[in-house]
């Protein structure tokens, strides 16, 4: 027997706090529980995207979430600038593709991270931008970009800031009201430690304003009937019932942990795991401030990422995962989000010895658990 563990960036383990709830029986979503369990979610999400403004639960995964964001305030014709970094910030271009968005693409190379400055340049040449869109945590290159230097940018402009935050809510700090943040999207399977199904979108009163004319067509997403439904503590269309009854287990557990505490807790953990990469002589494939989602390490000379993955799986039946687009057979990526703990870093470590050993690699066993443990005997 081996044990299965699970350390990809997303999805990510799920508490047995939250697994039990969901395995209770189901209930119906137009009934006084369902109201309660909404209204008792409902105040956890204010308070974990840090804002007044309503977050609004969508039957759907990140990507719908972020695709919900375009199209409920942007209008066709539309001009916005996109902060393209790597995979995600691919995603939003092929979003923007689909609606007749045009895009002016603000790159860097994959691994590195565009300044807040040049997003101002952006805004002030093309006054009549209508949305900065960006990710906070870039999940394809371990890379977290300034979204509070994008805020600063946006805020005097006529546009929105509008943020992909699914690997960076509940695990790096994004306080939305405090920076000026439009518009946060985000999904259940990474910081919220819950199944994929469940993504979410905020919208603040600027964006919302910019929903009242936005043109762009929409159905299931139309964010003006989910938010009439939510204020009353209901949903517009049958909710994922049994993800909102996870999705309190969690929003309690962070709470009790404390929400500074718990990105004390994911710094804390990739910071050990980037020691412990490059004790092993790896090098990090961020060349920017490093998410604390998740580590991009670059693959071995003369060993393909792909293999890196074959063998923690193979081997040691853990789940990591290797590069996305170009960057596949270049790097893996090691999660330390959500539902993980220092010892998780330990066991992912441990495992990468063995890995590299198994591929025919120098090691020095202990080395990069090693390093690791000395960041965990820091004092806080
Ligand atoms: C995981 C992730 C998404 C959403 O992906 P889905 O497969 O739709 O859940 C979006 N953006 C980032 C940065 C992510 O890490």
Redesign the pocket.
Known sequence: MKKYQLMA??PTPVPSEALLAMAQPMIHHRTPQYEALFAEVRAGLKKLFQTQAEVLPLAC????A?EAAVINTLSAGDTVALVRAGK?GD?WLEICKAYGVKVIELTAPFGHTVPAARVAEALAANPHLAAVLT?H???STGVLHDVRGYAQATRESAAILIV?A??SLGIADLPMDAWGVDVVVS?S??GLMLP?GLGFCALGEKAWAKQKTSTLPKYYFNLAEERKCVVKNEAHFTPAVSIVVGLREVLRMLEQEGIANVFKRHDRLARATRAGVEALGLALFCKATPSPALTAVVAPKGVDGEQVVAAYSQTHNITIAGGQGEMKGKVFRLGHMGYAAEFDVIVALAALEQVLADLGQPVDFGAGVRAAQKIFAEKP
């Open positions: 960036p997303g995964t990140g990507t719908g972020m995600f995603r990710q945590s870039e999940s992909d699914v690997s999904g399977q990474k994929p």
